[in-house]
């Protein structure tokens, strides 16, 4: 029996979602065995997770937005930067995809329009990219499990803050057609015209979700867009769940209680953070939440602090969202030179390291990216 239109049998799903033995991934584990050469189960393990980056941001040559507070990247940066290749550093990642985001409220937004021409100028550069590199954006679960399947990783479209909406809620459906398929609702600014809730590093001032951010919720739902409330506040959260009748994620974030060991940057990030009551009601209501690498020095640290998530809610609603830049040439911002020493990618080193701290292979595949295909499959069955 297949589930909806997604393409996919209700057997294949729960494949997916559970790390089942009998996936049907032959091909990807040759694509995929790079392990750290030390381990022999690394290899079998990414064979059978379809690695997903649930938040990372991805900006082609003479995209990246200066952000209005802080300098902006230098030269030689961007000079080392636009030599990277999107496809080139996807497979090298070890992923079956990222959630490619733009910071929209880092471009110059001077004026209502701004934010939409920028996001819009943004999605035509990453068009390109792909075309390039012969890559395409992940539009469902069964598009997802086929990058995996054939060692072509994809991108699934999403931005960090719906800013270009600005009250016309028909600019949902135009990035819809353009393959958007995760919306980040906020973000650290206001849209300019009708914002849409409270964020976490803001003084409260809109009373959570506003009348406007739920219709934009309910909007998603419609279409099949993943509705991502990281930067939220834990009010703005609850009121979306209210008129969800999807689950919702927070795809890049650390529990309240870590520090990686630096607590003074940790008192900076803060705000960020989220308590455990805040991650259980995402996790409550089917969700996930994305543990990312910031405040972790070592690989060490970010397993761990995976771990701390998965104690609190539970192995089936904990991801990874590295909040980290792929195309990026400044130190310890690249997803794959997050840490030293990743000669295998990112993904390789991680899933060895959690190998190392005693989890199982149907954690990892879970964790690594089965939790997010299982919510984003629901979430786009039946739709183009």
């Known amino acids: 029996m297949r589930s909806g239109n997604s393409?996919?049998?209700?057997?294949?799903?729960?494949?997916?979602?559970?790390?089942?033995?009998?996936?049907?991934?032959?091909?990807?584990?040759?694509?995929?065995?790079?392990?750290?050469?030390?381990?022999?189960?690394?290899?079998?393990v990414?064979?059978?997770?379809?690695?997903?980056?649930?938040?990372?941001?991805?900006?082609?040559?003479?995209t990246e937005p200066h952000p209005q507070r802080g300098p902006a990247p230098r030269q030689e940066e961007q000079q080392q930067a636009s030599?990277?290749?999107?496809?080139?550093?996807?497979?090298?990642?070890?992923?079956?995809?990222?959630?490619?985001?733009?910071?929209?409220?880092?471009?110059?937004?001077?004026?209502?329009?701004?934010?939409?021409?920028?996001?819009?100028?943004?999605?035509t550069a990453v068009d390109e990219q792909l075309k390039e590199g012969?890559?395409?954006?992940?539009?469902?679960?069964?598009?997802?499990?086929?990058?995996?399947?054939?060692?072509?990783?994809?991108?699934?479209?999403?931005?960090?803050g719906s800013h270009f909406i600005e009250g016309r809620l028909d600019r949902v459906?135009?990035?819809?057609?353009?393959?958007?398929?995760?919306?980040?609702?906020?973000?650290?600014?206001?849209?300019?015209?009708?914002?849409?809730?409270d964020t976490n590093t803001g003084t409260p001032h809109l009373g959570g979700l506003t009348a406007f951010g739920a219709d934009v919720v309910k909007e998603c739902n419609r279409l099949g867009i993943l509705v991502d409330l990281a930067h939220a506040s834990h009010e703005?959260?609850?009121?979306?769940?209210?008129?969800?009748?999807?689950?919702?994620?927070?795809?890049?974030?650390?529990?309240?209680?870590?520090?990686?060991?630096?607590?003074?940057?940790?008192?900076?990030?803060?705000?960020?953070?989220?308590?455990?009551?805040?991650?259980?009601?995402?996790?409550g209501a089917g969700g996930i939440v994305g543990v990312w690498t910031k405040l972790a020095g070592s690989l060490q640290d970010f397993v761990e602090s995976i771990k701390a998530m998965v104690d609190a809610v539970g192995i089936d609603h904990v991801g990874i969202g590295t909040d980290t830049d792929l195309l990026s040439s400044r130190e310890g911002q690249g997803t794959?030179?997050?840490?030293?020493?990743?000669?295998?990618?990112?993904?390789?080193?991680?899933?060895?390291?959690?190998?190392?701290?005693?989890?199982?292979?149907?954690?990892?595949?879970k964790v690594g990216g089965g939790n997010y295909c299982r919510v984003f499959g629901k979430v786009t069955a039946g739709r183009a």
């Open 236 to 283: 703005t959260v609850l009121a979306a769940l209210k008129v969800a009748t999807q689950p919702l994620i927070v795809s890049h974030t650390c529990l309240d209680s870590r520090t990686g060991g630096n607590p003074r940057m940790a008192e900076m990030m803060k705000p960020r953070l989220i308590s455990k009551e805040h991650a259980k009601v995402v996790a």
């Open 173 to 197: 459906e135009e990035v819809y057609k353009r393959g958007l398929r995760h919306l980040q609702l906020l973000h650290d600014r206001d849209d300019l015209v009708s914002p849409l809730g």
């Open 336 to 365: 794959n030179m997050a840490y030293p020493g990743l000669s295998g990618g990112f993904f390789s080193a991680v899933v060895a390291e959690m190998l190392h701290q005693g989890f199982t292979a149907d954690d990892i595949v």
């Open 46 to 62: 990414l064979a059978r997770t379809i690695g997903i980056d649930m938040h990372n941001h991805v900006y082609p040559a003479g």
């Open 7 to 44: 393409g996919l049998s209700r057997r294949e799903l729960l494949t997916i979602g559970t790390g089942a033995a009998g996936t049907t991934l032959f091909g990807s584990a040759r694509l995929y065995a790079t392990g750290d050469g030390k381990d022999p189960r690394v290899a079998q």
């Open 134 to 160: 012969h890559l395409h954006r992940a539009l469902n679960l069964k598009e997802l499990q086929a990058a995996h399947d054939h060692g072509r990783p994809a991108i699934v479209q999403t931005v960090e």
């Open 83 to 123: 030599g990277l290749s999107l496809p080139g550093e996807l497979r090298r990642s070890g992923l079956a995809a990222v959630c490619a985001s733009f910071v929209l409220d880092f471009a110059r937004n001077e004026k209502p329009g701004d934010a939409r021409d920028n996001l819009l100028n943004w999605l």
